[in-house]
């Protein structure tokens, strides 16, 4: 999958403005689900690495009501809330795999907020009686010729041993 997609206000990155639209397309999409904001101090040394992102008492788990990014600016509302809130923002940073949004905002520069889905949500591949090929030291290929997948599969030979326990 695709790694961090980097929006930064004033960038000269000549993908700023479609990794811009991707996040927005992202914020967009995840109206009506149940998300968690977190906001946490940067290190005085800017090392993102040692924040904690363990769960704290004033981290919030609400429904996202009509989130949208205009401009550079986020803004969403919450359930039953006539009130719209925004952050306008200096960087955004997607980690499209982890299905988090790490907000950089303009007027508290020693911030950083993080929005994320309160569990992993899998992707799932629906293949209908795919084509099945297995090769040498455990590795399954399913291919679905009318949607064009291919999903590749390799297997300590425990789970191997394990899958074939599961087929009987």
Known sequence: MTST???QY?????ENATDLETI???????????????????PENGDLSQINW???KFDEVFL???PQL??????WSKPKSDQERSITASKLELDPLRQQLYVFSQSQTNIVIRVEFPQVKYRILDLKNPEIAVGKSGTILLRDPEQ???VKVS???EKLEQLKQKLM
């Open 24 to 42: 927005r397309q992202w914020w967009a999409d995840i109206e009506g689900q149940e998300i968690t904001w977190q906001q946490r101090l940067i």
């Open 155 to 157: 297997l300590t030979p």
């Open 148 to 150: 064009l997948l291919e």
């Open 54 to 56: 363990e769960s704290q």
């Open 70 to 75: 205009r401009g550079i600016t986020l803004y």
């Open 10 to 14: 004033g960038s000269s990155n000549p």
């Open 5 to 7: 997609i980097t929006w």
């Open 64 to 66: 996202i009501v009509n």
